[in-house]
């Protein structure tokens, strides 16, 4: 039986779960977080389409673009309606690229403004509207610690958290 507090776990575990998968540019795991129709609109300037279609914009061109994403949510804002609910999302997204030689990193703030609904028996997004906030970019100095995380399914952390599966 669903309740207010599990439905609000469960579309917050949908919002840090859409961050794992553009930071390891996981296409399924990313359109999970989408219904089949959702709508995806990051702004004339970004991206408009589907939702489905923006993970795959990102994972084709942010591969291309980007050396490494690391996507950072917080307050996070719920309100729910029996089968619908509404979000927002501060989000923090820095992006590291290698140009000309050296590391140049960008980050971006914003908002997710999410419309969703439980269906099929779970909840993804109906409708993302991301606000962005404000952005910069730096070139920056690498450390000499050595790089762990990987951009796809090899990563680590998903033999690991493979090994229990949690609804």
């Not at 669903?2 to 469960?10: F, I």
């Not at 673009?65 to 979000?87: E, K, M, P, W």
């Not at 960008?106 to 404000?134: E, K, P």
Request: hydrophobic share 30%; aromatic share 10%; with cysteine.
């Amino acid at each position: 039986m669903r309740s207010q507090e599990g439905d609000v776990q469960a579309i917050t575990k949908q919002i840090y779960l859409y961050c794992r998968s553009m930071d390891r540019m996981d296409v399924p795991l990313g359109c999970s977080v989408f219904h089949e129709d959702a709508t995806a609109d990051y702004g004339a300037a970004i991206f408009q389409g589907s939702g489905h279609g923006f993970i795959e914009w990102v994972a084709k061109g942010h591969g291309e673009l980007f050396d490494y994403h690391s996507h950072q949510v917080t307050n996070v804002i719920i309100n729910l309606d029996g089968d619908c609910a509404t979000s927002e999302s501060y989000v923090t997204a820095t992006m590291r690229s290698t140009v000309d030689g050296r590391s140049k990193e960008s980050t971006s703030r914003g908002r997710y403004v999410d419309c969703w609904s439980f269906r099929n028996g779970r909840w993804a997004i109906d409708a993302r509207r991301y606000l962005h906030d404000f952005a910069d970019e730096r070139e920056v100095t690498n450390l000499s610690l050595p790089v762990e995380g990987r951009r796809d399914r090899s990563d680590i952390s998903y033999g690991i958290l493979d090994r229990v599966r949690q609804g």
